[in-house]
């Protein structure tokens, strides 16, 4: 009863979203690079996510920008939610790490490589 699956959100909803939770959870669904991950990690929140999770795990240190759950099954993914409710003073500065890490990630590289040999 306290969990809610909103699907698409409109940006305001979105903002106001990331800046209430304590962390995001992302069991990845039909995406393999994991926007909501960089997302997340941009408005300072730490994510917690699974061990199968593609592009995710590029961004996403286990214990360090949030947690990631030892097997891609329900109750693994519950545990590494306890995980981060247990350390939920530590969910600041794993946001922060999170955060570290993606700040650089912006559209100019990635056109500057796709248009580099037009």
Request: charged fraction near 20%.
């Amino acid at each position: 009863d306290r969990v809610r699956f909103l699907g698409s959100v409109d940006d305001t909803t979105l903002v106001d979203l990331y800046a209430r939770c304590l962390g995001v959870v992302y069991p990845p669904f039909d995406e393999d690079y994991g926007y909501v991950t960089v997302e997340a990690f941009l408005a300072r929140k730490p994510v917690v996510s699974t061990p199968d999770a593609g592009g995710v795990l590029e961004f996403l240190e286990d214990g360090v920008s949030g947690y990631i759950a030892a097997a891609p099954t329900p109750e693994a993914l519950a545990e590494a939610i306890e995980r981060l409710w247990s350390a939920r003073s530590r969910a600041p500065s794993l946001g922060e790490a999170g955060y570290q890490r993606v700040q650089g990630i912006t559209w100019s590289p990635i056109l500057d490589a796709l248009t580099a040999t037009l």
